[in-house]
């Protein structure tokens, strides 16, 4: 019987902009298709600990940490369907990439890599109703 116990954490910090490409007025606009950009620094923690009974009923146990910081590109594309003055919603592509400065576990050792982390799915945008 596998038993795990698993904590991970994830922490980004960067700047990100966004373009929204509009032809005609905002609020005549139905469909907003966007694409964005952000640059800065990750920092991924996860620790994993397997407890397990071997043949003669022995408890086992293995532990893994984790830890990987790492310079981070992420782009985006997405279009959002407009449903009111101030509400949108749409899919969303997002494309994350970087190169580990450092990466290391318990019984593996220190190393290096590049990750890429494509991730789809739904962006719901509010926004402040606007005056005429």
């Known amino acids: 019987m596998l038993s795990p116990d698993c904590v991970g954490q994830e ?3 960067g700047l ?3 373009h929204a ?3 005609g007025p905002y609020r005549e606009a139905a469909w907003l298709p966007w694409l ?3 640059v800065g620094m990750e920092r991924t923690s996860l ?3 397997l407890q397990r009974a071997d043949e003669d009923g022995n408890l086992l146990m293995v532990a893994y940490r984790l830890d ?4 981070l590109v992420q782009l985006e594309a997405g279009v959002d369907l407009r449903l009111n003055d101030w509400l949108g919603i749409g899919p969303v592509l997002t494309i994350a990439g970087g ?5 290391g576990a318990v019984g593996v050792g220190e190393g ?6 494509p991730t789809f799915g739904t962006r719901l945008q509010m926004r402040p109703p606007q005056e005429d």
């Open 47 to 49: 620790e994993v600990l």
């Open 99 to 103: 190169r580990y400065a450092s990466a």
């Open 16 to 18: 990100h902009c966004r």
């Open 21 to 23: 490409f509009i032809s």
């Open 11 to 13: 922490l980004r910090l």
């Open 112 to 117: 290096g890599g590049l990750h890429v982390a």
């Open 36 to 38: 964005g950009i952000g």
């Open 68 to 71: 990987f910081v790492s310079p």
